[in-house]
């Protein structure tokens, strides 16, 4: 018991075995897990549906897939990605940035009339 205390609390003096032993089972531990057991893998590009809006459909477009320029560029890159799937079709009614904390754009927001 009295072990596994020292190895939770850390209680090894530095430049000691006990102290390398557990730098190596960190050291281990971070190199050797597969990525699988943490989930973390990179979110695809995509056109999500959200909840609809006052009788509008609402999609999240990533902010990678509308290229930054004029208002009227991201318009008809819009509607060109709601076109792509069969589904989405309808008319763009409106397109909102949406911003994070730090006023970057996370993404966007199409509404559309079915």
Known sequence: MGVLRRLIFWEFPRGSR??????????????ATPKSWFKDQPRPREVVEMVAEAGL????????LIPSGTQQEQWNHAVALLREKPGRQGALVRLE???DSEQEIKGYRAFVKP
């Open 18 to 31: 006990g102290y390398d032993v557990v730098v190596l089972l960190i050291l281990a531990f971070i190199f």
């Open 57 to 64: 459909r609402v999609f999240y477009i990533e902010p990678d």
């Open 97 to 99: 940035p949406v911003f």
